[in-house]
């Protein structure tokens, strides 16, 4: 299993310009989450997925949009870049259960400028 | 308003001796603790958990601890070793059913000197 996976790994933007995250995971797993972690702060929620056709804003939405047509991918969109979305990005997914384990990519680091 | 607290941005430790690492939460709510841990240019992994009826679980070199009367819970890691050093986020459940999200603290970034 790949487990989760994110592209690209790195890349810098326009202000304005638009861009989706990919997302991906292999582990059959209903929840998809994409957070955001700026320097010396938490990882801060987007948005997340409780299923296919299904999700719903976290902590800070603003500016980001996300589907969710299959279980296996979960993309990020921003449409209009600013600078205050330069971040590092992060995917995670887990499966149903008691415990709230999550799975995370290795990132996507954005740069806008 | 950080409900979530990692108040020691860096912790530096000795080959063989203890690592602390702690975090204080203020939502009396939170039923479920987590700790991760992080490389640079890599995603967080998964560490060690504990639920709010218990006050110790232990993995290993891991052992995290739960005191719910204080609303702090710690890790310990013993004996550190220099693969140990890494930044380590705690964070928190926030029962919603299947709405569980995650709340996380600001991370600790562990060094253990050879």
């Known amino acids: 299993n790949a487990g989760v996976t994110q592209t690209p790994k790195f890349r810098i933007l326009k202000i304005g310009q638009s861009m989706t995250l990919q997302c991906a995971q292999d582990?059959?797993?209903?929840?998809m989450y994409w957070y955001r972690q700026d320097p010396g702060m938490g990882l801060k929620l987007i948005y997340y997925s409780v299923g296919a056709g299904i999700t719903d804003k976290g902590e800070v939405p603003n500016g980001y949009n996300v589907s969710r047509s299959t279980t296996e991918d979960f993309p990020l969109r921003l449409e209009l870049a600013a600078p205050s979305q330069t971040s590092v990005y992060f995917c995670?997914?887990?499966?149903?259960?008691?415990?709230?384990?999550?799975?995370f990519g290795p990132g996507t680091r954005l740069t806008v400028l | 308003d950080q409900q979530v607290k990692q108040n020691s941005p860096s912790l530096s430790v000795q080959e063989g001796r203890i690592s602390i690492l702690n975090c204080d939460y203020t939502n009396s709510m939170f039923d479920y603790f987590l700790w991760y841990k992080k490389y640079p240019a890599e995603g967080p992994t998964f560490l060690i958990s504990i639920s709010s009826i218990k006050d110790k679980n232990e993995d290993g070199r891991f052992t995290v601890f739960l005191n719910k009367s204080a609303k702090h819970l710690s890790l310990h890691i013993v004996p550190s070793q220099p693969g140990d050093s890494a930044v380590y986020f705690c964070a928190a459940r926030q029962y919603g059913g299947a709405t569980n999200k995650l709340i996380f603290g600001t991370g600790t970034l562990l060094a253990v000197q050879p």
């Open positions: 582990m059959n797993h209903n929840y």
């Open positions: 995670a997914s887990r499966t149903s259960g008691a415990t709230d384990t999550q799975y």
